[in-house]
């Protein structure tokens, strides 16, 4: 049974840094990507961040592009989203996800098999 459990959401001012975290169990974490997606009111679940655990790999999408970077720790099964200079359009539910590695777009949340119940990120102006 594959688990993630996001952490580090909360009430920032613009221009605020927070670390959200998600930690993994259940499944071999070398062999899986690893997502960040967020979901604001009315709005769809849209990508934010991708980790292809094997060699590296990272993808942003253009809105968080030099103020968000996402990493992980394989020994704590654990991956993170730094979030810098954040904005208040930056509020939403953050999600974690996974799915193993294959075809398919890194970018559609369908892609993604696994979730995290969400972390709520509120930045006020």
């Known amino acids: 049974q594959v688990q993630l459990v996001e952490s580090g959401g909360g009430l920032v001012q613009a221009g605020g840094s927070l670390r959200l975290s998600c930690a993994a169990s259940?499944?071999?974490?070398?062999?899986?990507?690893m997502g960040w997606f967020r979901q604001a009111p009315g709005k769809e679940r849209e990508f934010v961040a991708y980790?292809?655990?094997?060699?590296?790999?990272?993808m942003y999408a253009n809105f968080v592009k030099g103020r968000f970077t996402i990493s992980g720790d394989s020994a704590k099964n654990t991956v993170y989203l730094q979030m810098n200079s954040l904005k208040p359009e930056d509020t939403a539910i953050y999600y974690c996800?996974?799915?193993?590695?294959?075809?398919?777009?890194?970018?559609?949340?369908?892609?993604?098999?696994?979730w995290g119940q969400g972390t709520q990120v509120t930045v006020s102006s």
């Open positions: 996800a996974a799915r193993p590695q294959g075809g398919g777009s890194y970018v559609s949340q369908y892609a993604y098999d696994y």
């Open positions: 980790i292809i655990w094997r060699g590296g790999v990272t």
């Open positions: 259940g499944y071999i974490f070398s062999s899986y990507t």
